[in-house]
């Protein structure tokens, strides 16, 4: 008997960016399995197993969610934002790609709201063209690689979106890329500190390459820094927009 | 009396993917303004007034759902993925932009989920590591910066999601931009040519940067070209998956 594998996108938290077929999926699994915060956001139901895990665990958590629907359970591996941007979904294919006789399970990725759209939608349009994200965590890759991305998304003139700027191990990786962008871009490009956007504890602020303090930085922030076309546009009241038009180059 | 602007991700198409807070946005609103093929998605209404027109008229249709709103109406601006990338956001952020006394609108802009999130969740995880989304209409922007930024993509080996891929106007572009990206990364690169995923008349391409023909690339396709650590894994039945690990650079 095998039974069925979701990796199943929460969206940023809010009950409102929740896709119907992500609530079904919780609601019709037997085993919810995740990081214990993303598990703890589902509601209860009786005869339903929750594993809950700690973080950086993720190939463990991948492992048992193939075991249990190999053994026929209903699994819903739950993630927060988008399980396919810097979250569970390529722990999973790790996880089959390194067990050939686990690929026989069927898998089905569910996306969700990215943080980074959350976010984008919060403060404007910022992400309204060409961009990039990069994950600054260096657990799994060298900081000189996210340099050298740091550093090509600055020559292309992207968007950049930064997700893990920060972590108790490394809280200075935020602070050596921005000393890196400055290096690398005008002081004046817009940048959008937004933490925890939907949820009761979000926070956002706006700032300038120039002027910001990334101190501000949690792992629940996602930072948005501006392309040489992003901007500010003021409001009578309340904090400004930021979006990057569709147009670009004429001031190349 | 001031009414309100929503800027609404429609999603890539089935309900599945709509969040309860477009679904509620749409069924609210008192006009749907928005490119005529995301109207017809939604359900109509008694005295809801629908006003669908014509595609490349972005920012004439941001200023009638910011002159509605302005006269009392409950809008709902209307978009395909998400509003904020290469979508109706930014168009209407630029029409608040040039009239600063329309900036007393009330404006919420709804994520949705974007087409590559689709895309990458329809054939495994390939944007489960560093990537960027890239629009390859030139109408708004020289050849040359779509030039610039493939390349630095390319140089900072990122994965790239291609958006608006080609159109009847410049339908040799894909080709242009696949000769470009030749030159700069590996045969091997894993390509997908994701087409209106998530709709009936859904058809997904694996291949390689190699052996692509773009030729099959319309403008409901979203392609995905790997980074160097992208990579197909086999199954016993079916196509493979295709991911980009969470670790990077162990083969640099």
Redesign the interface.
Same mark, same amino acid.
């Given at each position: 008997m095998t039974g069925e594998l979701m990796v199943v996108?929460l969206?940023p938290g809010p009950? #409102?960016? =929740?896709?119907? $077929?992500a609530a079904?999926a919780i609601a019709r699994a037997t085993d919810l399995v995740g990081y214990q915060p993303y598990v703890d956001r589902c509601p209860t139901r009786d005869g339903q197993v929750r594993h809950g895990s700690d973080n950086r665990v $993720?190939l463990d958590r991948a492992r048992l969610a193939i075991d249990l629907a190999r053994a026929g359970r209903t699994v819903a591996v739950v993630s927060g934002g988008?399980?396919? !941007?810097?979250?569970m979904?390529? *722990?999973? /294919? $790790?996880a =089959?790609?390194k067990d050939p006789a686990s690929?026989?399970v069927a !898998?089905t !990725?569910?996306?969700?709201?990215?943080a980074m759209?959350?976010a *984008?939608? #919060?403060i404007?349009?910022? =992400?309204?063209?060409? /961009?990039?994200?990069?994950?600054l965590s260096d657990n799994?890759?060298?900081w000189? =690689?996210i340099r050298?991305?740091l550093?090509?998304?600055a $020559?292309?003139? /992207?968007v950049i979106a930064l997700y893990n700027p920060a972590s108790k191990a490394r809280p200075d990786r935020i602070f050596e890329a921005f000393d890196l962008l400055r290096s690398l871009k005008a002081a004046e490009a817009p940048v959008a500190f937004a933490r925890a956007v939907g949820r009761p504890d979000e926070r956002v602020i706006l700032t300038t390459l120039g002027a910001a303090d990334p101190a501000v930085v949690d792992m629940a922030t996602c930072v948005i820094i501006g392309s040489s076309e992003s901007?500010f !546009?003021?409001?009578?009241?309340g904090e400004p927009?930021l979006?990057?038009? #569709?147009?670009?180059?004429a001031r190349?």
């Open positions: 996108g969206g009950e #409102r960016w =929740l896709t119907p $077929e079904d $993720e988008d399980p396919g !941007v810097f979250a979904a390529a *722990a999973v /294919f $790790e =089959l790609e690929r026989t !898998v !990725v569910m996306p969700g709201i990215s759209m959350a *984008a939608a #919060r404007g349009a910022p =992400l309204g063209h060409d /961009f990039c994200a990069i994950s799994l890759k060298p000189d =690689l050298r991305r550093t090509a998304a $020559e292309g003139d /992207f901007r !546009v003021a409001r009578p009241i927009w979006y990057t038009p #569709r147009a670009a180059g190349a």
